[in-house]
Nanobody, 124 residues
């Protein structure tokens, strides 16, 4: 079992930055790939970024590549999403997810544990 709690969301102007954190509890965190997904109002949830259990591999959706960086600190049981050069279209609820057997393909069904989400709003 893994419990996930996101934080760090908020309101930011376009071009600004935010860093999301996801605190995990449970022994399987350190063996799990971790992902960030987001869901904008009226849209389906979509993949944002993923990181392998040791942090050696990362994978990004095309529209955040070069702007967002996923990282993890297994000693702190935390995964991060650094978001730079934010755009209005990045506005969404951001979810952290854990997938003990997830591949680096950003497939939602591979993630078994989910946080409650944190709202990110980007204003123009």
């Amino acid at each position: 079992q893994v419990q996930l709690v996101e934080s760090g969301g908020g309101l930011v102007q376009a071009g600004g930055s935010l860093r999301l954190s996801c605190a995990a509890s449970g022994r399987t965190f350190r063996n799990s790939a971790m992902g960030w997904f987001r869901q904008a109002a009226g849209k389906e949830r979509e993949f944002v970024a993923a990181i392998s259990w040791a942090g050696a591999s990362t994978y990004y959706a095309d529209d955040v590549k070069g702007r967002f960086t996923i990282s993890r600190d297994n000693a702190k049981n935390t995964v991060y999403l650094q978001m730079n050069s934010l755009k209005r279209e990045d506005t969404a609820v951001y979810y952290c997810a854990a997938g003990p057997a997830a591949t680096m393909r950003g497939l939602e069904y591979e993630y078994h544990y989910w946080g409650q989400g944190t709202q990110v709003t980007v204003s123009s």
